[in-house]
């Protein structure tokens, strides 16, 4: 089965500066990755997804980019602000099923 | 639209007891997926049904998990007996997905289990 990778488990930024999550799959046949953004206590949220297709898509300050060559994709957050703090997750999925990383806890300082 | 809808927030209940976890999934989704998030094990798939039918049960950890679909708008997760190291938080998500196409999945704010 699909093996997901996350790194680093956690990171901490200053506020403004960039933080970047790197992921690696193990199967081939994966064609979407999401991210999801998960507060405490709350709901994991869909932030961003690409589909193997396409190698790179940006949203405002988020972005995340694919090599599928290398079976890895990371996700970029710029001019970070105190509210991006939050265990961010990535997954890799084909057919029905997704795989998820094991998270990465990012604080942002004032 | 109200989003996925989960019953109750939070259980608690002691070891040997019945548990029954509820989940509403968005209109119109195909696709419903119960998870289970631990510190230990972080996400991990317990089961999807597709069309109510369920097509992968493998991450069901036992005999006493079970999980039931029997209409498009509501699906059940039953732990029996319950035990401690079921103590999680159990997300219910549902999917637009149409064929092999993998499609956002949407998570319902959780229901927090703790077994006594």
């Known amino acids: 089965g699909e093996n997901v990778e996350q790194h680093p488990s956690t990171l901490s930024v200053q506020e403004g500066d960039s933080a970047v999550i790197k992921c690696t799959y193990s199967?081939?046949?994966?064609?979407?990755f999401p991210w999801y953004k998960q507060e405490l206590g709350k709901r994991p949220q869909l932030i961003i997804d690409?589909?193997?297709?396409?190698g790179e898509k940006k949203d405002q300050r988020i972005a995340v980019t694919l090599n599928k060559t290398a079976k890895h994709f990371s996700l970029h957050i710029t001019e970070t602000q105190p509210e991006d703090s939050a265990v961010y997750f990535c997954?890799?999925?084909?057919?029905?099923?997704?795989?998820f990383g094991a998270g990465t806890t990012v604080t942002v300082r004032a | 639209d109200a989003g996925v809808i989960q019953s109750p927030r939070h259980e608690v209940t002691e070891m040997g007891q019945e548990v029954t976890l509820r989940c509403k999934p968005i209109?119109?989704?195909?696709?419903l997926f119960w998870y289970r998030q631990t510190m230990m094990r972080g996400l991990e798939l317990l089961i999807y049904?597709?069309?109510?039918?369920?097509?992968?049960d493998s991450g069901m950890p036992e005999d006493r998990f079970s999980a039931k679909m029997p209409n498009a708008s509501f699906s059940t997760l039953k732990i029996q007996p319950s035990e401690p190291r079921d103590s999680a938080v159990y997300f219910c998500?549902?999917?637009?997905?149409?064929?092999?196409?993998?499609?956002?999945?949407?998570f319902g704010p959780g229901t927090r289990l703790t077994v006594t």
């Open positions: 998500a549902s999917s637009p997905l149409t064929g092999s196409l993998t499609y956002e999945q949407y």
């Open positions: 199967d081939s046949a994966s064609n979407y």
């Open positions: 690409i589909r193997s297709n396409v």
């Open positions: 997954a890799a999925g084909g057919d029905y099923k997704l795989s």
């Open positions: 209109s119109g989704h195909n696709s």
């Open positions: 049904f597709n069309n109510n039918v369920p097509i992968d």
